[in-house]
């Protein structure tokens, strides 16, 4: 416990004293002032946890001690000691930042379990601050594995709008990550350390989504036995997802528009409206334009969401990416069962990279769980799914052209063919003949426009 340091400011002696001497008992480091002006040189060179200090003191006295302590240390707590005719000073010491007061005389126990009290909320704050970085930090970019760039393009948009409150509309098939998008904007953003809440539109009656979005007062309706806040209130501070908008039924879209427009919302069975302040993101994988037109959703609800859109690429358009993320899930999954990572085949490699993945990365990660359960120490083309084995490995071939009539790219996209051609479709051998790293090797097929024949 000595790691936890104690000043204690107290200018009578004999008092100053004892209270020191009980905290040693204790275990902890303890520094001793006489004076307010002693303590505040003490709080500026040593990292305090915690401050004991009487209200009345010459010169600096507790409350103005108390001020200078959240300007040198903000950390550090203050409990203050004080006489029961001077209770009015204390309550003005809680009001400025103080974490608890004792009144003279008072009881040794009392004392010493107010600062295991004061010691340990300053623990969970700090294990509080520390959980919210790791959280803010792990959810940056680092789950949205990729170096291609269609998906570099995208975290580009994110790092700019992230300091934005505007509203985003993340657009997309399903499984691409449109949540873990919603997520890096979030954390990245100064509402990072509020609520991140989110809700699929799709997955509930719409009752219970009216119900779940804008709450209900006590009554409201049959099993409606107390106030409940929306998750529109929910997320104040913070962000709010509205996963799957594009299923939203029409009744809820008005009310839904209505709230945004207003900055407030209505609970069911209440008249009075209640404000909010969160930071609006939908995702979806419909096209809500064509949705528009087609009367199914409302153009004006629309407008408000799509302010900025982001449309997430399917897995198929970055090729690239694929054997960065397939090693991510074998890497992750591995741990998670504290098994020895499997290598990956260049042949099951080249399979999954030529499938098409409608899926996207949904349909890799459990590609790679069932291959990873199936496999022993490598994964090969028989531990993956049929549909992925059977994603054939031909490239199409171009024309002989003579090679004077060639540019450089041309001859440099007949070559990289010819060489995929030599090796059967393995792309990780012909990089190695090509004499450059197999990420490169798919940027340059991305590039070239260079597919797999269907034929």
């Given at each position: 416990m000595t790691y936890h340091t104690i000043l204690v400011a107290e200018d009578e002696d004999?008092?100053?004293?004892?209270?020191?001497?009980?905290l040693r008992d204790e275990g902890y480091r303890v520094l001793e002032a006489a004076d307010g002006t002693n303590a505040l040189d003490m709080v500026s060179r040593e990292d305090v946890t915690l401050v004991i200090s009487d209200i009345n003191m010459?010169?600096?006295?507790?409350?103005?001690?108390?001020?200078?302590?959240?300007?040198?240390?903000?950390?550090?707590l203050v409990i203050m000691i004080t006489a029961y005719s001077s209770v009015d000073s204390a309550v003005a010491?809680?009001?400025k930042g103080a974490y608890d007061y004792l009144t003279k005389p008072f009881v040794n126990e009392d004392l010493l379990q107010t600062v295991k009290n004061a010691i340990a909320h300053q623990q969970l704050y700090a294990e509080n601050r520390y959980l919210r970085r790791e959280l803010k930090q792990r959810n940056r970019f680092e789950n949205l594995i990729g170096t291609s760039e269609a998906l570099q393009q995208v975290l580009r948009v994110v790092e700019k709008i992230s300091a934005t409150t505007s509203t985003v509309l993340i657009t997309g098939e399903s499984g691409t990550g449109k949540e873990l998008i919603a997520q890096a904007i979030h954390y990245n953003s100064e509402r990072g350390e509020g609520p991140f809440v989110a809700i699929n539109c799709g997955?509930?009656?719409?009752h219970l989504l009216e119900s779940e979005l804008f709450g209900y007062v006590k009554g409201a309706f049959t099993g409606a036995v107390a106030n409940k806040r929306g998750l529109l209130q929910t997320a104040n501070g913070g962000t709010l997802l509205l996963d799957e908008i594009g299923e939203m039924p029409m009744s809820l879209q008005v009310k839904l528009l209505r709230a945004l427009q207003d900055r407030s919302v209505t609970p069911l069975g209440s008249t009075q409206s209640i404000g909010f302040d969160a930071r609006i993101l939908a995702a979806t994988n419909r096209d809500l334009e064509a949705d528009v037109k087609a009367g199914r959703f409302r153009e004006d609800l629309f407008y408000r969401l799509n302010v900025i859109n982001i449309n997430m690429p399917p897995l198929r358009s970055r090729r690239e990416d694929i054997p960065l993320m397939a090693r991510h899930f074998v890497r992750r999954l591995a741990a998670a069962r504290s098994l020895a990572e499997p290598a990956i085949s260049s042949d099951a490699m080249t399979q999954m990279v030529n499938y098409d993945w409608p899926g996207n990365v949904r349909e890799?990660?459990?590609?790679?769980?069932?291959?990873?359960?199936l496999c022993d120490k490598e994964i090969g083309s028989a531990e993956l799914p049929p549909n992925v084995q059977q994603a054939g490995s031909a490239y199409k071939t171009e024309p002989a052209v003579p090679v004077s009539l060639l540019t450089l790219d041309a001859m440099e996209r007949q070559y990289i063919l010819d060489t995929l051609e030599r090796e059967h479709g393995d792309k990780a051998r012909a990089a190695k003949v090509l004499g450059i790293d197999l990420s490169t090797l798919y940027r340059k097929l991305n590039r070239y426009n260079i597919r797999r024949n269907e034929a």
């Open positions: 004999l008092l100053r004293g004892i209270l020191s001497g009980l010459p010169g600096v006295d507790g409350l103005e001690l108390l001020n200078h302590i959240k300007n040198l240390n903000s950390n550090a010491a809680l009001r997955a509930l009656p719409d890799l990660e459990n590609c790679i769980e069932r291959a990873l359960a």
